[in-house]
Nanobody
Framework: QVQLMESGGGLVQPGGSLTLSCEAT????????FGWYRQAPGESHKIVAW???????NYASAVTGRFTMVMDKAKGTSHLQMDNLKPDDTAVYYC?????????WGQGTQVTVSS
């Protein structure tokens, strides 16, 4: 099993930056992929960024060029650097990892972009 804990959310003005962090504990050596999702009010979870087993980064089109994901698989940590934030980025952000057929979620961290 894997447990996930996100941190780093908060209130930021449009154009500002935030860095989210996710720390995995437990069977981190079995993690095969790592991703970040977000859920805006009234919407379903949407993928934001992920690093698959081949190590390549992937981003949703809405955040490409503004968000950067890094991962330290050995430590079980990931950071999501978010720049030039927009009000549409307001959401609860979750990290997600895949271990075999199972997926694990953190509790989420709120990001609010507002002036």
């Amino acid at each position: 099993q894997v447990q996930l804990m996100e941190s780093g959310g908060g209130l930021v003005q449009p154009g500002g930056s935030l860095t989210l962090s996710c720390e995995a504990t437990g069977d981190i050596s079995s993690i095969q992929n790592f991703g970040w999702y977000r859920q805006a009010p009234g919407e379903s979870h949407k993928i934001v960024a992920w690093i698959a087993h081949d190590g390549r980064e992937n981003y949703a089109s809405a955040v490409t060029g503004r968000f950067t994901m890094v991962m330290d698989k050995a430590k079980g940590t990931s950071h999501l650097q978010m720049d030039n934030l927009k009000p549409d980025d307001t959401a609860v952000y979750y990290c997600n990892v895949g271990v075999g057929p199972k997926f694990y979620w953190g509790q989420g961290t709120q990001v609010t972009v507002s002036s």
